[in-house]
């Protein structure tokens, strides 16, 4: 099983960017697929989900209306579009998978990927 998740990189506040996840050795289209970030210091936590059909969409309050999550089942790929990015939305940004509905609790996601960095400069 593998997450790689890429596009992170430095940005300025106001900016955007737009976060890959390509995944392999698992069925990917029966999983839900989320994206989390984890501060320096600070716990882990949802940023957003997909369902495994891409039919329905959950996001953080802090998040909802400046990133949008979408998947491609026929090429096995997550990504994450990031407007509107703040200095506090620094953090590395880890994809993961979880066999079930779209949830925002980390502990239902089977599968990690290694996460990229993103850092925004005010």
């Known amino acids: 099983v593998q997450l790689q998740a890429s596009g992170g990189g430095l940005v300025q506040a106001g900016g955007s960017l737009r976060l890959s996840c390509a995944a392999s050795?698992?069925?990917?289209?029966?999983?839900?697929m989320g994206w989390f970030r984890q501060a320096s210091g600070k716990e882990r936590e949802f940023l957003a989900t997909?369902?495994?059909?891409?039919?329905?969409?959950y996001y953080a309050d802090s998040v909802n209306g400046r990133f949008t999550i979408s998947r491609d089942n026929a090429t096995q790929m997550v990504y994450l579009q990031m407007r509107a990015l703040k200095a506090q939305d620094t953090a590395v940004y880890y994809c993961?998978?979880?066999?079930?509905?779209?949830?925002?609790?980390?502990?239902?996601?089977?599968?990690w990927g290694q996460g990229t960095q993103v850092t925004v400069s005010s």
């Open positions: 997909v369902t495994w059909s891409g039919s329905s969409t």
């Open positions: 993961a998978a979880e066999n079930g509905l779209a949830t925002k609790n980390k502990h239902n996601y089977h599968y």
């Open positions: 050795g698992f069925a990917f289209g029966d999983y839900g």
